[in-house]
C-alpha cells in the first residue's frame, strides 16, 4: 500500500506541480531552450521519414526513462525523509 501511495504523490508532484517549478527555473529553460535549437537544427540534415521516425522514437524512449527517473527520485526522497523523522523521533513508526 505504502508504495501506491508513493506512486500516486510522486505523479502528482513530478506531473503537474513540478511543470510550474521548471518552467521557472533558470537553468531548466536554458538547457530547454538549447534542446529545441537541437532540434531545430536536426530537421535541416534531411533525414528520410523512417531517420526521423528512429530519432524521434529514441528521443520519446529517453524522455520517458528520464521522467521515471525523476519519480523514482522524489519516492526515494520521501522515504529518506520519513526515515529522517522516524529516526529523529518526529514520527512514530509504524
Not at 537553468?27 to 536536426?42: A, F, G, I
Not at 540534415?45 to 524522455?63: E, F, H, I, M, P
Not at 526513462?65 to 522516524?86: H, P, T, W
Request: net charge negative; hydrophobic share 40%.
Amino acid at each position: 500500500m505504502e508504495e501506491g501511495i508513493l506512486r500516486v504523490i510522486a505523479a502528482k508532484m513530478t506531473a503537474e506541480r513540478f511543470d510550474k517549478v521548471a518552467s521557472e527555473e533558470r537553468e531548466y529553460l536554458k538547457k530547454n531552450k538549447l534542446l529545441e535549437e537541437l532540434s531545430e537544427q536536426l530537421k535541416g540534415y534531411g533525414l528520410t521519414k523512417d531517420q526521423s521516425l528512429a530519432v524521434d522514437r529514441l528521443l520519446t524512449a529517453n524522455n520517458e526513462c528520464n521522467f521515471r527517473y525523476s519519480e523514482l527520485a522524489y519516492i526515494q526522497g520521501m522515504k529518506d525523509s520519513v526515515a529522517m523523522l522516524k529516526e529523529l523521533d518526529l514520527i512514530k513508526a509504524v
